[in-house]
């Protein structure tokens, strides 16, 4: 059976290089080196999901259509929408982003990407303050403290802990796997001897213990690798972590200026901050300033908690000031694998990121004015094309409603919440297993996507449908020229 | 009747290793749909209440309300903080309000919580259908 080996993976931004698949008669059988996302889209993406045949609402019922009758009906929504939507992009590859902004343009409406929800903020704030930042490669080989805030690699970037930090084996740093093993074995083993010594000399039945240590462990001094968590929840990677800072919800900004003020030798008049000791947080800011290289990757936890932007500030200056006493770099964890493509294609393309509006026949960026959410939310859109993206799961309700009021056409390979209320549905190829093209890691390296099968017959890939409506959205307005001109 | 006790709680949305394996099988598929139906409440938080887990409960923010299942955090303590994994259930009560930079605010809600044994889970179809007259 054949293996394609270092296949890129495209689920999340970590995009690991590493995956090994093996075909059987047209099909992937086995995934080797994948996280459970990973093996979950290989091996179940052909499900009963898929959707094989384009879709047209007809009297409030999907009807079977072909390409060339769906690419006309989306010509025509899209051609006589005063102001479309065209949302999603991180989830498809570079190369069908550039045409997608290449049909924003010409039915003047606003283009705009998943990063609207996840790290636009981030993005502004990159904006105002400025990134210091580097490769995951660098980080991998030099990072000895790697801080991760509001973001639960263990769940969201499965392997991103293991590929990339902690856990990774540097050329200069080593991995802190094996002690994290011990510190498992050891606590299993402390914990059944506390609950023997429990019920056979006090009779009780054994409860658990409390698990969280709250003051750092003598550990975090320690030279090496060490991972430090700052969560509103003990998450499955807290667990793993060298230290835990359990933070209130929507404070995120007070610790961090705390973080600021100490870095700073500065004294705080307080006992505690979002509900940690200073006495602690003046312990991990010392390990901080005593590291090497050390690397704060922040997750939406930041962004969409109170604050939002105003956290990313906090969060970039508190590396700005670090930077004046060692050596620091900070990352967003960007959630869909082609997110950060989506950003860099648009910015090349149109000069910004995304919330691009091109109404005015020009690009024009204005997040909170043109951005998807808030044009949804003002009710000014009145069509959308929403292309590997599934907004109706993930925008709150209010802007979902006026979403699907009006006509809406879904690119996607999945039968979704969004396909589900459509008036077009295009099926298309699966980007990295049945399309190749390029994405965009975490750290704006970027890396070729492979095509392994073939998707199944009649079904185009979406870099292919979008060519097809926007060389009829072309024919349809220049036809309406010339009637106006006659 | 019996009357049963509300409590006011922080609500968290975010990912879950489930909802993230269930959404690349499918977001129709069975394993999507139950990872984001749940709420994890801390087990203090259970007693408060006075349910046990798996048992449906309603939660509403001013945005909305929705039937979820109760399932036990053990990602605690974290009393007075229940957490709904991404999906089309925890967006009908999230806020919607951006700030005037396009992000929604998906995280640190306030919302309250009450059990609902007798309130049924609804299936996709029947929530986009009760929430948007469109399926």
């Known amino acids: 059976m054949p293996v394609v080996k270092a296949v890129t993976c495209p689920v999340c931004g970590s995009l ?15 995934v080797k080196n994948g996280c459970a996302m990973c093996e979950s889209k290989f091996l179940g993406y052909n499900g009963e999901h898929r959707i094989l045949k384009p879709l047209i609402r007809k009297n409030g019922e999907f009807v079977k259509t072909s390409v060339k009758e769906a690419v006309k009906r989306a010509a025509e929504i899209l051609a006589e929408a005063n102001y479309p939507v065209l949302y999603g992009w991180s989830s498809t ?21 998943t990063s609207v929800i996840c790290h636009g903020p981030s993005i502004l704030s990159v904006q105002d303050v400025g990134i210091p930042s580097c490769t995951l490669g660098q980080i991998r080989h030099r990072a000895d403290l790697v801080i991760y805030w509001g973001s639960d690699p263990w769940s969201a970037h499965p392997r991103h802990i293991e590929r990339y930090t902690a856990f990774s084996q540097g050329r200069f740093e080593n991995s802190a796997w094996r002690g994290y093993l011990t510190k498992i074995k050891a606590s299993q083993v402390r914990k059944k001897i506390e609950s023997a010594v429990r019920r056979v000399f006090l009779k009780e039945a054994p409860s658990i213990p409390p698990l969280i240590r709250r003051e750092p462990p003598p550990s975090i001094f320690r030279e090496g690798r060490k991972l430090v968590i700052i969560d509103v929840r003990r998450t499955r990677s807290a667990q793993m972590a060298d230290y835990f800072i359990q933070v209130e919800p929507n404070r995120d900004y007070e610790l961090l200026q705390a973080f600021r003020a100490l870095i700073r030798d500065e004294e705080l ?13 003046e312990e991990v800011a010392d390990v901080m300033i005593r590291c090497n290289f050390g690397v704060l990757f922040f997750g939406v936890g930041l962004t969409m908690s109170s604050g939002k932007l105003r956290n990313i500030d906090a969060a970039l200056s508190l590396i700005r000031d670090l930077n004046m006493r060692t050596k620091f770099v900070i990352m967003p964890m960007r959630g869909h694998f082609n997110v950060t493509g989506a950003n860099t294609v648009s910015t090349w393309q149109t000069g910004y990121p995304y919330a691009v509006d091109f109404s005015l026949g020009y690009p024009r ?19 959308a094309l929403v292309i590997a993206s599934d907004p109706v799961a993930n925008f709150p309700r209010k802007a ?12 996607d390979p999945h039968m979704n919440a969004t ?9 298309s190829a699966f980007v990295g297993i049945e399309a190749c093209g390029t994405a965009y890691r975490m750290d704006h390296v970027p ?40 | 009747m019996v009357t049963y006790q509300k409590l006011k709680v922080t609500l968290l949305t975010g990912r879950t290793i489930e909802q993230g394996v269930g959404k690349e099988k499918g977001k129709t598929s069975q394993e999507y749909v139950d990872s984001v139906t749940v709420c994890f409440i801390d087990p203090e938080d259970l007693r408060k209440l006075g349910i046990k887990e798996k048992t449906n409960v309603q939660v509403s923010t001013e945005h909305g309300s929705v039937v979820v299942k109760a399932l036990k955090s053990i990602r605690g303590p974290h009393s007075g903080i229940i957490y709904i994994p991404y999906g089309p259930w925890a967006n009908v009560i999230v806020n919607p309000e951006t700030h005037s930079i396009g992000m929604p ?16 889970l609804l299936s996709l179809r029947a929530l986009l259908n009760q929430q948007f007259g469109k399926d």
């Open chain 1, 269 to 281: 008049e307080v006992d505690q901050v979002a509900g940690v000791p200073v006495e602690y947080l």
């Open chain 1, 400 to 411: 979902v409603e006026h979403l699907v009021k009006n006509p809406l056409i879904v690119i």
């Open chain 1, 365 to 383: 960026y204005n997040p909170g004015e043109t951005s998807v959410v808030d044009v949804l939310l003002r009710k000014e859109s009145d069509a």
């Open chain 1, 419 to 427: 396909a589900q209320m459509a008036d077009v549905v295009f099926p």
């Open chain 1, 16 to 30: 690991c290089d590493d995956i090994e698949l093996t075909i059987q008669e047209g099909k992937v059988v086995k």
């Open chain 1, 447 to 486: 890396l070729p996507l492979k095509k392994v099968v073939e998707p199944p017959r009649g079904v185009l890939t979406d870099e292919e449908i979008l060519r097809r409506i926007l060389s009829e959205v072309k024919k349809m307005r220049k036809k309406r020229q010339v009637e106006v001109a006659a």
């Open chain 1, 93 to 113: 590859n570079c190369e069908a982003t550039r045409v997608g902004i290449e049909l924003a343009e010409e039915v003047g409406g606003v283009i705009d990407n």
């Open chain 2, 105 to 120: 605010s998906l995280k640190g809600i306030p919302a309250e919580i009450e059990p609902a044994p007798n309130k049924p």
